[in-house]
């Protein structure tokens, strides 16, 4: 029969392995974990450097394309508005906006291709030529304006194809005041 001093002994080896295999594997096992989180740390920190890396070579590519870009529309626009300002030098053109609409751009391109350019705050025009109403709550005499002669744009700011585009409709409308008359 198997005494009660053998069973408690037994246990006790049993115990005493369990707490000794603990010991070991929680230190052998430590090292273990702590290298690979260093190799991963490592490794994420090498990905994060060539990340930022990349990011500041593609914010430069941007850059230097935008900045070609803009030299591509101010070559082009000259290159419209040389075109157009031999038939458009010195017409006269209205221009509507609502007060907080800046108008910069359209101005200087207007004015560009020779065009005389008229403000129209309050009155509408005593003469006939074309207007340009820019986006936004529109003047009282909006409708006695002959429909033929209005411009409508959304916005004053006009990439180079728009530039090209309201230059060919404004030689259009003054090609038909000329054959009206």
Excluded: C
Aim: proline content about 3%; aromatic content about 8%.
């Amino acid at each position: 029969m198997i005494t009660l001093r053998y069973h408690i002994i037994s246990i006790s080896a049993v115990f005493l392995s369990l707490g000794l295999g603990i010991i070991l594997g929680g230190s052998i096992g430590q090292n273990w974990i702590n290298e690979k989180q260093q190799t991963l740390l490592l490794s994420i920190e090498e990905k994060y450097d060539q990340a930022v890396k990349s990011n500041e070579e593609l914010q430069e590519q941007i850059q230097e394309l935008s900045f070609r870009i803009e030299q591509s529309n101010q070559e082009f626009s000259a290159l419209v508005t040389n075109g157009y300002q031999s038939v458009l030098q010195g017409k006269k053109i209205g221009i509507w906006k609502p007060e907080e609409e800046p108008a910069q751009h359209i101005e200087e391109f207007l004015e560009s291709a020779g065009l005389e350019i008229i403000w129209l705050e309050t009155r509408m025009p005593s003469e006939v030529y074309p207007v340009i109403f820019i986006d936004g709550e529109l003047p009282s005499w909006y409708g006695q304006i002959d429909s033929k002669m209005r411009i409508t744009l959304h916005d004053s700011t006009l990439n180079p194809t728009e530039q090209w585009e309201l230059l060919r409709n404004i030689q259009h409308l003054y090609k038909e005041i000329h054959h009206e008359h």
